[in-house]
């Protein structure tokens, strides 16, 4: 059996000042994972990813990186570790390669006399062969971002920590690192990814944790993350009135009326004489359905709050 190459216990940072910032985590990300670390701004994750990778000691609590106590073990682990958190400073005037080789060259433990091939492969696993002869100052946003993964990249690894990866991106950049991130992980490399965004989730992790306000609230994979909640029963009708009523009538609970939409839980009730019930009742009938929960139903849920709200 693989150990999970991310698990933490009681994970604490409380800053001077006394504010908790990360209070008593407990994460475990399974080997081969993509795990969305999932919080609005604030919520801790930047802080729960530099005591992962060792750049601030936590107040209380433990971690393991690959099976290894953090920071402890920390020359033998980070050679096995991608990571990206605050996007590495490029010079402009240099090339995509010419910056990669850089980085490498402050790198102790990378091998000089593979830098060149190493380097060519980094850029070609994070699409950039084409452009390794540019000057970066010519690179899109989107491009910048995969060369910085290239970096991360250098090396083999077993793990990669990416903090915000999609952050400050136009949808095409965004498109671009997302794509990349799932096709790096296909090839086995564990992901661990921070985002305050939802939909990045569904379209890119196949597990999550959801922070909120330094705690972790819930791990599982999305799929169960959405399954925690029931479908709900969606109707629109210009007699939302009328359909209200007899919707309760028929057992439907937490009813609520948004211009033409009534919407409730249907529970175990039959779904398929509900819209019997509402034509007899002279409802007119424009849309009806069950509609599956959305991961942002389920934060929501969770945290009780709108995904935006950040404190
Ligand atoms: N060095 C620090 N000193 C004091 N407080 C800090 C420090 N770093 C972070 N904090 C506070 O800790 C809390 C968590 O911040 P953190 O950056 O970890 O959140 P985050 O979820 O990564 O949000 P963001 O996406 O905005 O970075 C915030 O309230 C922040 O103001």
């Given at each position: 059996m693989t150990?999970?190459?991310v698990?933490?216990?009681?994970?604490?940072k409380r800053f001077h000042g006394g504010q908790v910032a990360v209070d008593a985590v407990d994460l475990e990300v399974p080997a081969g994972s993509v795990f969305g670390f999932l919080g609005p701004n604030g919520s801790?994750?930047?802080?729960?990813i530099r005591m992962l990778l060792g750049l601030i000691a936590p107040t209380s609590g433990a971690v393991e990186l690959l099976g290894e106590p953090m920071p402890k073990a920390h020359l033998r682990v980070l050679p096995r570790v991608g990571a990206?958190?605050?996007g590495?400073?490029?010079?402009?005037?240099?090339t995509g390669q010419a910056n990669l080789l850089r980085f490498d060259a402050a790198d102790r433990t990378a091998d000089p006399k593979t830098r060149k091939a190493r380097a060519g492969e980094a850029l070609e696993r994070v699409g950039l062969s084409n452009a390794a002869g540019k000057k970066?100052?010519?690179?899109?946003?989107?491009?910048?971002q995969r060369l910085a993964i290239a970096v991360a990249l250098m090396q083999r690894r077993e793990l990669l920590v990416l903090d915000e990866p999609t952050n400050g991106l136009d949808p095409q950049g965004t498109r671009e690192v997302r794509h990349l991130i799932k096709e790096l992980a296909s090839d086995g490399t564990t992901v661990f990814t921070s985002t305050h965004l939802l939909a990045e989730v569904e379209q890119v992790c196949t597990h999550a944790a959801v922070m909120s306000r330094g705690k972790l609230l819930r791990q599982s994979t999305v799929e169960d993350l959405r399954a925690g909640l029931r479908p709900r029963l969606v109707v629109r009708t210009p007699d939302a009135g009328t359909a209200a009523e007899t919707l309760q009538g028929l057992g439907v609970t937490d009813l609520k009326t948004s211009g033409d939409t009534v919407e409730g839980d249907p529970g175990e009730l039959p779904v398929e004489k509900f819209a019997a019930a509402l034509v007899a009742a002279d409802v007119r009938i424009h849309g009806f359905g069950l509609e599956?929960?959305?991961?942002?139903?389920?934060f929501v849920a969770l945290t009780g709050e709108g995904f935006d709200v950040a404190e």
């Open positions: 150990s999970a190459p698990v933490t216990h009681g994970l604490t801790g994750k930047t802080t729960t990206l958190v605050e590495p400073a490029f010079y402009p005037f240099w970066v100052r010519a690179y899109s946003l989107g491009m910048r599956r929960p959305s991961l942002e139903d389920a």
